[in-house]
Structures are given as C-alpha cells and as structure tokens.
C-alpha cells in the first residue's frame, strides 16, 4: 500500500491512513506500506538547502530531503500501534533499496527484502519511507520528484506482493480530466502500455518511471482513493483502475481488448514549439540541429521537416519545426542559437502557446481510422493541427493551447467515450 503527500499531511489523516491499513491486515494479508512526505514538506526541506547554499553538495541535499518520508513513516508505524497493530518502520538504508550513486535522481538497483520478509511473516506492518535509498558508499539517496511511487513498485516487486495498491486524491484513471469533461468514465483496467503512453503525454495519476518499472516487473497496480470513508470497503472491492498486463486486460468481463478502441485522451499544455527557417536542405543538417539539443539534455517531442524551396539560385533549403518542454525552452534557443553559425539557419521562430492532444489505445494496433477520425473531428470544429506525431498505441496532435478543453470534449465524443450520466 502506498500513500502521497495528501493522505499523510497532519496526524488526523495518518490515523486514517492507520485505520485503512489495519482493515487490510484484519483481513489476512502482509501489509507493507510505502509513504511520502506530508505534503509541502519536501518543497520546504529543499528551500532550505537553496538558503544554505544555491551551490550546495547534492549528498547533503539527499540527507535533507529524505527526512520528510522519515518522519511520516515513524509517525505511521506509531499511529499503528497505538490502534493494536504490530508495526515498524524501515529506513531505505536498512533494508537496504540499493541504489545507484545518482544523488537527487537516483535509480534503485536490488532490494534486499530478508530483514523485510522475516518482518512480515513475524506479523508485523512494514513502513517504509518512499523516494530514498542507499548508495554503495552507504550515503543516503533520494530518486527525484514523484520517486515514491517508483519506490513501492520496486518493494512490491521485490517481495513478490499478489498487488501494489496506490493511493492517491483521484479514485482511479479516467477517460480523460473529469474537470473538462464530465462524462469521463473511469477505467476498470488499463495495460501497462497504455498507462505509460497516457502519463508521458499529460495524465498525471502516476509517474511515468514507476509505470515502467511496473511493466518490466510485472507487479499489478491498482489506483485508487485515499479520500473515502473509515467504514469504506476492502481495496479488493473498490473500484478503483487496475494496471495490468494486457493478457489480464484483454480478459475483463465484458470481451476482449478490441472492445474499446481508444483508452482515453491525454492534453499536455507543457510544451513549446519552435520553428527555424531557412535550414540548408543537406546531408546532415537535420543532425545539427539536435545535436547541441541532445548535448543540453532536452528531449525533442514532435518533429516536422517542411518540402525543401529554392533560398537562392544555387541552393534549397527547408524549415524545421519541433516541439521541447516549455521549462526547456529558454535553453534550447541559447543552444540554437550558439550553434547557429553550424546549422545555418535563417530565423529562429518559438511559440508557448500550444497544447498536446493525444488519443491513447492498444485497440489501434488492429483498427485503421484511428487518426482519420481524429484529424475530421477537429477539422469540423475550424481547430487547426500545427504538428502530428504517432507511435503503434498513440496519435498526438499539436494545436492553439486556447482550444484544448474543446478538442478534448469533442475528440472523447467522437471516440465514444462519453458516460451514459455525467459522473
């Protein structure tokens, strides 16, 4: 069981939180427990470390940062056993979660789970706090924002659990954002591809690295609500969304996979396009333009090379458009610009105020029309495509950000995704 910052911030949701793990443990099962700071804590710990020093050592800033999940564990395993349930805390450096040296975005390499196992089968509620581990120096490490739910996949799949139940302020994955479209259906379950595909491209239910990590380990998720009532039901009875191989998909109640083409629609209102003009039509041009790109690790997104014309008697050339994180933007034209002389491009043209469209489905992969659809839909309300990218599961689009609510309503409209009743 995993719980954010929400469902740990103050004492009074930690009994909650203690209240919904002894329910799980009343009824049988070994219960470890994956939690993240309370929420805001982590933002204050790492301003205090941008006061000491904006230079500061990221080791230091590790053992600062990490001692949000520190506190909520011990005060969870306490709230436990203050209500009769047998409980402990278990540091990342205890158990250990072995990480690699990476501090402040680390990634975990094994964990050691005999102290954990011996733990558990005692009878005892393991708690572990989240987003930290242990380098093979034995300095504490952190594994960057978002990193707990990244920490309770690895446990999980480490400990062999039968499912890793995440919860979080939303009660399962929909459809698309409830706040733009009502009639957003929530999901019973999703594929692993399908989940990493939709938190790429906006949806922020989980973070895209545990997904991954999910996908490779094979360790079914559920998400679900931490906000419901003390005498709520079992998590084996709410109905939360499970991410699931896409066996296990394919074989819910009512058919196969094929069933729903499209999963859901995804907007992302966090990039920026930029065009250049006038690149020389050459070998190697293109190249030259992502390579200073690559070198200041900002990651490229949609990319569309125009039909090469005439720039003079001797020589063509053609216009490049690609879009970057909109954060990333400042450094990219500073990169663009520096190599200008190498690229040859005449202008350098950017624009922040775009969105991404994205319909996710593993349906598509046998049903053509998927992107027709999408192009007509947005065609017969006058919203004008400015970049397409595609991938086997996913066709993403990019258009004026002022549009997006409305091509989100009528592309989950065309897609049939719209709920009987507005939820």
């Known amino acids: 069981m995993k719980f954010g910052g929400t469902s740990m911030a103050g004492i009074e949701r930690i009994r909650s939180v203690a209240a919904r793990v002894k329910r799980e443990a009343a009824a049988g099962n070994q219960v470890a427990v994956v939690v993240s700071a309370m929420a805001g804590e982590t933002d204050r710990l790492v301003g205090f470390c941008r006061e000491a020093s904006p230079l500061y050592d990221p080791r230091e800033y590790d053992v600062v940062v990490a001692a949000g999940e520190q506190i909520t564990s011990g005060l969870l395993a306490i709230a436990l056993q203050a209500i009769g349930v047998p409980a402990r805390s278990w540091l990342g450096w205890q158990l250990p979660i072995n990480t690699d040296d990476a501090f402040a975005k680390a990634r975990i390499g094994t964990i050691d789970t005999q102290a954990l196992?011996?733990?558990?089968?005692?009878?005892?509620?393991?708690?572990?706090?989240?987003?930290?581990?242990?380098?093979?120096?034995?300095?504490?490490?952190?594994?960057?924002?978002?990193?707990?739910?990244?920490?309770?996949?690895?446990?999980?799949?480490?400990?062999?659990?039968?499912?890793?139940?995440?919860?979080?302020?939303?009660?399962?994955?929909?459809?698309?954002?409830?706040?733009?479209v009502p009639r957003a259906r929530k999901l019973a379950k999703v594929t692993y591809e399908e989940m990493l595909e939709l938190a790429s491209v906006g949806a922020k239910v989980l973070q895209t690295r545990s997904v991954g990590l999910a996908m490779k380990e094979k360790v079914r998720v559920q998400v679900l609500s931490s906000f419901t009532g003390e005498d709520a039901p079992m998590a084996d009875t709410l109905p939360g969304t499970m991410i699931?191989?896409?066996?296990?998909?394919?074989?819910?109640?009512?058919?196969?996979?094929?069933?729903?083409?499209?999963?859901?629609?995804?907007?992302?209102?966090?990039?920026?396009?930029?065009?250049?003009?006038?690149?020389?039509?050459?070998?190697?041009?293109?190249?030259?333009?992502?390579?200073?790109?690559?070198?200041?690790?900002?990651?490229?997104?949609?990319?569309?090379?125009?039909?090469?014309?005439?720039?003079?008697?001797?020589?063509?050339?053609?216009?490049?458009?690609?879009?970057?994180?909109?954060?990333?933007?400042?450094?990219?034209?500073?990169?663009?610009?520096?190599?200008?002389?190498?690229?040859?491009f005449g202008e350098l043209i950017h624009d922040m105020r775009v969105a991404k469209i994205s319909v996710v489905g593993v349906g598509m992969r046998s049903h053509a029309g998927v992107a027709s659809t999408m192009f007509t839909t947005l065609g017969a309300r006058g919203i004008n495509i400015q970049a397409i990218s595609t991938s086997e599961i996913k066709v993403s689009v990019l258009i004026h950000e002022d549009e997006t609510e409305l091509a989100v309503r009528v592309l989950h409209t065309a897609y049939g995704l719209d709920a009987e009743e507005a939820a």
Not at 131 to 159: N, Y
Not at 329 to 337: C, F, G, T, V
């Open 117 to 180: 196992d011996a733990s558990l089968s005692a009878g005892e509620v393991a708690v572990i706090p989240g987003f930290q581990g242990v380098s093979a120096e034995g300095r504490i490490t952190t594994l960057g924002r978002g990193g707990s739910d990244t920490s309770a996949v690895a446990v999980a799949a480490a400990m062999k659990a039968d499912r890793c139940d995440i919860y979080t302020d939303v009660d399962g994955v929909y459809t698309t954002d409830p706040r733009i």
């Open 244 to 344: 699931v191989g896409e066996e296990e998909a394919a074989s819910q109640e009512n058919g196969d996979v094929e069933r729903q083409l499209i999963t859901g629609i995804a907007h992302d209102k966090n990039e920026a396009k930029i065009t250049l003009t006038s690149v020389p039509d050459t070998p190697g041009s293109v190249a030259s333009i992502f390579e200073p790109l690559a070198a200041a690790n900002i990651n490229v997104d949609m990319i569309i090379q125009n039909i090469a014309h005439r720039s003079s008697a001797s020589s063509s050339a053609t216009d490049v458009t690609f879009t970057v994180p909109a954060a990333d933007l400042p450094r990219s034209i500073e990169a663009l610009n520096q190599a200008r002389e190498a690229i040859g």
